[in-house]
């Protein structure tokens, strides 16, 4: 089994930064792969971001190529989502997740069978 504990979501203005941070526990074999969801009120779960955690490697939704970046520490046990240049529409549940799969679609929440309880981001 996997712990994800969400943090660092709030409120800003459009054109602002957030860093969230997800910390995991348990299997490391479970966090082969980890990503970063969001779920905006009406809307599906959707993926913004995920890091191959065995070779650091990632890949982001079109939506948010440029402005966000995914990153990990490991000595921390921590996945990170730098959020730069917000916009009104990326208003969301922002959700860690992750998965031991060794195939799967990056940002396809179906893949991944662990998930956090989620951080709030409101851009206004």
Not at 56 to 70: D, I, K, L
Request: charged share 20%; aromatic share 12%; net charge positive.
């Amino acid at each position: 089994h996997v712990q994800l504990v969400e943090s660092g979501g709030g409120t800003v203005q459009a054109g602002g930064s957030l860093r969230l941070s997800c910390v995991a526990s348990g299997s490391t074999s479970s966090r082969r792969f980890m990503g970063w969801f969001r779920q905006g009120p009406g809307k599906e779960r959707e993926g913004v971001a995920s890091i191959f955690t065995e070779g650091n490697t990632e890949y982001y939704a079109a939506s948010v190529r440029g402005r966000f970046t995914a990153s990990q520490d490991n000595a921390k046990n921590t996945l990170y989502l730098q959020m730069n240049n917000l916009k009104p529409e990326d208003t969301a549940m922002y959700y860690c997740a992750s998965t031991g799969r060794r195939t799967l679609a990056w940002l396809d929440p179906s893949y991944y069978d662990y998930w956090g309880q989620g951080t709030q981001v409101t851009v206004s």
